[in-house]
């Protein structure tokens, strides 16, 4: 029996499985005996691999292998998942079991270097990880060659870091690996993320390196997360930047749905920007007032909404503190100053006076109380 011939989804239908029975009742039901060296990590899980694989087999010729029809072990089924990008364990060996939260923790503990001159952060770290998340949003390789990492990395900083900075992408790529977020494979003696002897280490190695497996499946797999991780990064670390260019830049621009219309008393066009497309995604589409999350043929509809208007006479900024994800009617409403939001997050009709909650809000998205304050003072009162 053939190993060779399985594909990604039929490992990933088998993990569903495993998720929904349980590890017991899954190889139980099989009659597969629980791993002890050889294990597959996937989306901060570890999963017994012999077993899965021989599940998996089944989307191959309509049923799933025994355990006795084929061996287990690094030469077959750990080298065939691996092949599928996934990632392996072996005896002996301490598994990196990280999940959502881990992957958060991570992204909002970063070190920037501080600008001697100005004070403020460099942006090394987080451009790398954009850089990264827009190739996972494309579904390019995990893993890039040194020379193209550098010249792409390089060109990003040029662009959007601060005004005195020199590329140097070897610092952020090795400061990354040794928080735990970054991958280079087959080097134990990667050097701290400073100095000459660093930048010598990269470019003699020129390593491949991208994100950690765990990092890279959790920003591919769940679109949410990765959109809450690029508003954080964009609202922490690139004030002042054009973010939609930036964006563009990275490759966060491909998964953006076509424009849309929306009939009102004229048919009028919603195009919202790919920030606010970002904030869209990383609240799942839902509503932020009433909570709904509309379902159309080809997906989920929710609008981005600018608390303090684009263009004159209000000059609102499109970042994320300006944003929020409404469905058409709250959009309107808002918009015309039918509801406004208190410091606090609560919400009122202007109309009758009504309560209607509080915001709903999700992790890394802060609302800019001063946004709020302008749409108070100047929409809601005034209208």
Known sequence: MALSDLRREMVLAAIDEFDRLGRDAFLELYGYRPAIGYFLVHDGKRYDSKAIAGVAHREVDGRPLRPDEFSGGNATVARVLGDLGFEMTKPGQIVEVSSIEDLMRKVESLKPAVSPATGAQKRHQPLTLLWAIGRAAQGKPRLRRWESTYRELGRLIEEFGLEEDRPNPEFPVLWLHHHGLWDLPGHADVPAASGRHAQKWMKEREPDSGLRPWAYEIVTDHEDIRARIVVRLLSAYFHGVDHNRLLTRVGLDAMSPPTSRREAVVERVVRDSLLADQ?????????????????????????????????????????????????PNHHVLFDRGMIAIQADLTMTDTGSGVSLGRLRVTENHEIGQEHLDYHRKIIAERN
């Open 279 to 327: 904030i869209k995604r990383a609240h799942d589409f839902h509503c932020q007032i009433c909570g709904d999350r509309l379902a159309l043929h080809r997906g989920f509809y929710a609008e981005g909404a600018h608390i303090r208007p684009l263009g004159k006479p209000h000059n609102g900024p499109d970042e994320p503190g300006n944003l929020l994800c409404l469905c």
